[in-house]
């Protein structure tokens, strides 16, 4: 059993990935392997709602890294997304990435256990986990949580260890993800039930 927890800040070494190390490491305390992949700081692009993915699985762009971490999501029996916070939501180029690989890979992303979490210098966290929580919760993915909000705070590259209250956070965030993960391993899912219902409120 695997969890990626997917670095959405361009800084490789920054605040998000010393926060999502923390959860890494308790997650593989606990039985569970973690791999931290890093989004990088190279042009993505966003979707234009052209539909191809419906017929081919694939992404039509293939000039980013969206279908190398689609791989991993799909890979992993738990998913983590972390993100710092610019101008109180997440990264918009990790937000680029997640529309696609969401709009991608929808039905092989189900039931996955998922959590967000987001570093900032002072506010603005939980707008952004609002947004990234919606792609699991539109998705059917059960939300992994922690004794408070995912969050931890640092400007400065390395403040974020300053923060013991946020990292305390992401450990227990992290060992609740190794046990979600275990448990939804042990059954298997029930299969969609219904048809998706569309309602366009445009006549």
């Avoid at 506010?123 to 949580?145: H, S, W």
Wanted: aromatic fraction near 8%; hydrophobic fraction near 35%; charged fraction near 25%.
């Amino acid at each position: 059993m695997k969890v990626i927890l997917i670095n959405g800040s361009p800084r490789a070494d920054g605040n998000t990935y010393l926060a999502l190390k923390e959860c890494a490491s308790e997650i593989e305390k606990n039985g569970i392997d973690a791999e931290i992949f890093q989004i990088g700081n190279k042009p993505v692009r966003g979707c234009i709602s052209c539909g191809g993915c419906s017929s081919t699985g694939k992404c039509v762009f293939k000039d980013d890294i969206m279908q190398d971490m689609l791989e991993k999501m799909k890979e992993a029996d738990g998913i983590i997304i972390g993100s710092p916070v610019y101008y109180g939501g997440p990264n918009g180029a990790l937000c680029a990435l997640l529309d696609r690989a969401f709009y991608t890979g929808a039905s092989e992303l189900r039931y996955k256990p998922g959590a967000a979490i987001a570093i900032c210098r002072r506010g603005g966290a939980t707008a952004a986990l609002d947004r990234l929580n919606k792609y699991f919760t539109i998705n059917e993915m059960p939300l992994v949580t922690s004794r408070y909000w995912n969050l931890a705070h640092g400007a400065a590259k390395g403040e974020v260890l300053q923060d013991a209250e946020g990292l305390q956070t992401m450990r227990i965030l992290g060992k609740n993800m190794a046990e979600m993960v275990r448990r939804c391993s042990k059954e298997p899912w029930p299969e969609l039930q219904e048809e998706k219902t569309w309602t366009n409120f445009i006549r």
